[in-house]
C-alpha cells in the first residue's frame, strides 16, 4: 500500500489538495499498478517560519517574482492500427516509447485512449512546442516512427495547441 507524502506551504484550499490527491492517486496506480483505493496521500501544510531553504527561513527570505504560469502544449493524434495489432503496439508503447519519452526534457505526459476496434487517440502534453519538436528531431524518435510501421495502417494529426482553460486551484 504506497503512502506519497506532500509538504507544502500553507495557504492551499481542500479542492486544490483534492485535485492534487487525485492526480497523485492516478500517477501512482498507472505507472506502480496498485488499485487506486490502495493508494495514500497524505498532506502536511508547512508555515514559512518552520522551513529553511539553505540557512534562511523561508519567512525571511524577500519575496520573488510570482512565478509565471505557461500553459503546456498538448498533442492529439487519431492512430488506427493493422489489425490484430493491439496488444502488440501497446506493449511496444510501454517498453520502447514511453522510457524514451519519460527521458525527454519538457515531456510532460502521454495517454493513450481507446476507441473502435484497432483505433486509438494518442495524447502528448509537453511545456513547449520547441520541446516537442526537438524530441521528436531526435534520431531515436525517428528509429521509433520506423518501428511504428509494423503496427499502425495511419495516423493523422488532429489537433495540438496550448492549454487555455483548466483547473490550477489560483487565478
Known sequence: MPIVRVEMFRGRTTVMKE????AIVDAVSEIAGPPRENVQVVFSDVATDEWAIGPTLVSSRPAGPAPVYVPA???????TLKAGKSDEY???RREAVLPFLASQPGFLSSTLLSGEAGAYVVVEKW???EARDKSWADERSGALRAEAEQFVGSSSQDLSGRVV????GRS
Request: charged share 25%; aromatic share 14%.
Open 127 to 129: 511545456t513547449s512546442p
Open 90 to 92: 501497446i506493449t511496444w
Open 73 to 79: 502544449v498538448v498533442t492529439v493524434e487519431r492512430v
Open 19 to 22: 485535485f492534487l490527491g487525485r
Open 165 to 168: 482553460d483548466v483547473f490550477r
